[in-house]
């Protein structure tokens, strides 16, 4: 069984003015996403700004986060690291936690080989035998790409490896994992502009940006297409396009978080080297949010 269908949010982390973490906020976005249509929430991903976390914040952001969820939609925790063993360490602790599964980004910065890649999953895979793991592939951002080949090995090898979060933009490198596997991987879209096209390829859902501001609408994408209603589903994701290229106008979650203090849900700022969004850019984003019919407090 795959651990969600459809889709779900990339959460951002509410920090206070002085950059702690706001966990008031974070009760407060894990209620309104159980109540309007997502279907998991991925806690300290890299719309939650884990890169600039220290462990302790992060594994108790994660503990929040499941504990407030109370079981009402799954709990994926993002563990990756591009040391081995923090991620093993930080995912054996958000197993024991209840974690309903974990996402694991590829190492970041070493520039692992396939060989590595698969070395370093399957370390993971190993110590949190009876968790569930979604791998993830974001070249873009972390200079290492997961081969399809790769994909296929850790999948046939392991037990517990059932996804991937696909963020290449590469719809071939996407069509030849799901070859490669013979469809028996869990495929989320990365990129919430291809939630359809990576859907007719057998995928099952998006880990989504846009969720944050827009979380019924993104559930309805991927309803609609496992419904059966692709014509209706391939509408709403075209309707979604604008405000998607404008949710990465500079480097996420720079936009995502000014979205929402637009729409009067304020999480506070982004932590350095991050900066906050640029006037140019919040007015065209304020735009596409009005054009795509999200209320913007003035």
């Not at 993830?136 to 972390?142: E, G, L, N, Q």
């Not at 014509?231 to 404008?246: H, T, V, Y």
């Amino acid at each position: 069984m795959a651990i969600f269908k459809g889709a779900g949010v990339a959460v951002v982390t509410p920090f206070n003015e002085d950059e702690s973490i706001n966990y008031d906020r974070l009760d407060e976005l894990i209620d309104y996403h159980c109540n309007n249509g997502t279907d998991s929430i991925i806690i300290c991903g890299t719309t939650g700004e884990s890169a600039t976390m220290t462990e302790e914040e992060h594994l108790a952001c994660v503990k929040f986060a499941i504990e407030r969820t109370k079981g009402r939609i799954p709990v994926i925790a993002g563990t990756g690291s591009n040391c081995t063993r923090t991620a093993v360490e930080m995912s054996k602790d958000a197993a024991c936690y209840g974690a309903d599964g974990l996402l694991l980004v590829t190492p970041y910065y070493n520039k692992a080989t396939q060989a590595g890649l698969i070395a370093h999953y399957k370390a993971v895979a190993e110590a949190v035998s009876g968790t569930p793991i979604i791998m993830y592939s974001v070249a873009s951002r972390t200079g290492c790409n997961i081969e399809p080949a790769t994909v296929a090995a850790l999948v046939k090898e392991t037990d517990n490896i059932v996804g991937i979060k696909e963020a290449s933009g590469n719809i071939s490198q996407i069509a030849k994992i799901m070859s490669a596997t013979d469809g028996n991987i869990d495929l989320y879209s990365g990129n919430d502009d291809q939630i359809v096209p990576l859907m007719s390829l057998g995928g099952i859902g998006v880990i989504s940006v846009l969720s944050n501001i827009a979380p019924q609408q993104t559930h309805d994408i991927c309803e609609k297409y496992l419904s059966g209603d692709v014509q209706e589903s391939a509408r709403l994701q075209l309707k979604a396009i604008p405000l998607a290229a404008e949710l990465f106008s500079e480097v996420n979650p720079i936009p995502v978080k000014r979205a929402m203090k637009l729409m009067g849900m304020d999480c506070g700022p982004v932590r350095m080297p991050l900066t906050e969004l640029t006037p140019e850019h919040e007015k065209t984003l304020a735009q596409a949010m009005k054009d795509y019919g999200i209320k913007v407090v003035e």
